[in-house]
C-alpha cells in the first residue's frame, strides 16, 4: 500500500500569512494526488486533482504542486473561511490512501 | 446540482448489521465511479470502496474486506452499503461520493453516523 505523510498535523497562522502544506508518498504516485478540505461537521471538499489542477469553484488562492513523492498545498493570503483541515490523498492505485491531515489553526 | 444523501446509519451493536443507502441526483449516477469514504470521530479520512459504473468492478480497503458490500441500482439512482459482523473500529461517519480517475471524489454527501456499540 502507498502510505501518505502529510506536515505538519497542526499549523497556526493569521489572516493574510502564506500556507504550506506539505505530503508525500512512500512511492512515486506521478501526479494522481488531491487535496480536499474539511469544515468541522461537514464533508470534504475538493481543492486540487492531478497534483494542480484546481477544482471546480475553488478559489485562486489555492494552488498545488509536485509530483512523484513530494507535494504542496499552498494557500495565497490566507482567509478566515480557510481554517479548516486539510487532506491529501493518492489515486495512483488501490488501495486508494489518505494522508492523516493538516488542521490550520488560528494563531 | 449534484446531491448526494446518505441514510441508514444508527447504533449497532457489536457482530451486527446495518445497510447505507446513497441517494444520487443531479448528474448520470449510471455513467459514474462511486464510493465509500468513512471518518472515525475526531480521526482522519479512510477510503472504503469504490464501484464502477456497472457495479463489475468493486475494491475494498483490506479492513473490511469479507463483511462489507457495495452493491448498486442504477434504475434508482443509488448507492449501497451493507456492513455485516461490524466492530468497535466501524464506528465512523460514512460518506458516499462520486469518483472519477480524474479528479478523484468529486463530489461528497453529508455523511451518516454508524455507531458500534453494545
Known amino acids: 500500500d502507498i502510505q501518505m505523510t502529510q506536515s505538519p498535523s497542526t499549523l497556526s497562522a493569521s489572516v493574510g500569512d502564506r500556507v504550506t502544506i506539505t505530503c508525500r508518498a512512500s512511492q512515486s504516485i506521478s501526479y494522481w494526488l488531491a487535496w480536499y478540505q474539511q469544515k468541522p461537521g461537514k464533508a470534504p471538499q475538493v481543492l486540487i486533482y492531478k497534483a494542480s489542477r484546481l477544482g471546480s469553484g475553488v478559489p485562486s488562492r489555492f494552488s498545488g504542486s509536485g509530483s512523484g513523492t513530494e507535494f504542496t498545498l499552498t494557500i495565497n493570503s490566507l482567509q478566515p473561511d480557510d481554517f479548516a483541515s486539510y487532506y491529501c490523498q493518492q489515486y495512483l492505485s488501490y488501495p486508494i490512501t489518505i494522508g492523516g491531515g493538516t488542521k490550520v489553526e488560528n494563531k | 446540482e449534484v446531491r448526494l444523501v446518505e441514510s441508514g446509519g444508527g447504533l449497532v451493536q457489536p457482530g451486527g448489521s446495518l445497510r447505507l443507502s446513497c441517494a444520487a441526483s443531479?448528474?448520470?449516477?449510471?455513467?459514474?465511479?462511486m464510493s465509500w469514504v468513512r471518518q472515525a470521530p475526531g480521526k482522519g479520512l479512510e477510503w472504503v470502496a469504490n464501484v464502477n459504473q456497472g457495479g463489475s468492478q468493486i475494491f475494498y480497503v483490506d479492513s473490511v474486506k469479507g463483511r462489507f458490500t457495495v452493491s448498486r441500482d442504477n434504475a434508482k439512482n443509488s448507492l449501497y452499503l451493507q456492513m455485516d459482523s461490524l466492530r468497535g473500529e466501524d464506528t465512523a461517519v460514512y460518506y458516499c461520493?462520486?469518483?472519477?480517475?480524474?479528479?478523484?471524489?468529486?463530489?461528497w454527501g453529508q455523511g451518516t453516523l454508524v455507531t458500534v456499540s453494545s
Open positions: 443531479g448528474f448520470t449516477f449510471s455513467s459514474s465511479w
Open positions: 461520493a462520486r469518483y472519477s480517475g480524474d479528479e478523484s471524489f468529486q463530489s
